[in-house]
């Protein structure tokens, strides 16, 4: 399944018509600490797209800071977390999450000039509920609950 046609999963659509994520136990890892945290990534990312969607540019450019601290502080967790249970795929895994904090710091330079786009937070919901969905699943069986 495309990360697209996955995320579309958990799209609902608000009366402005702007679409909002919503966590379903679909997305969890059965760790209430990361669980918490990925419920905290969907609301950031909610933020950031109505803010988008309201043209509320300041805003978007905030959230999107906002974002970014907060993934690089859950991906430390994460991170932590897997290392405690020897998870084979940990540097695979960290792997990614190194690519997208250095595309989260590209995305946050745009939004500073004031170019935050519906393309930038289309991409930043499907990469993270793929990854939430697909790279977070392979530890699931490893973590200690």
Partial sequence: MRRGQLVA????RKPDNAAAMEWTD????????IDAQHRELLRCLNEL????AEQRTLLAVYSITR????VRDHFATEEAV???????????????HENFRAKMLDLQSKSIHLDVSTEMVEFLRNWLVGHICSSDREYVPYIKK
């Fill in 9 to 12: 999963r958990f799209l609902t």
């Fill in 49 to 52: 797209e109505t803010a988008t």
């Fill in 67 to 70: 974002l970014k601290h907060y």
């Fill in 82 to 96: 897997m290392l405690e249970c020897d998870f084979p795929k940990l540097k695979e895994h960290i792997l990614e």
């Fill in 26 to 33: 679909a997305l969890a890892t059965g760790h209430s600490a």
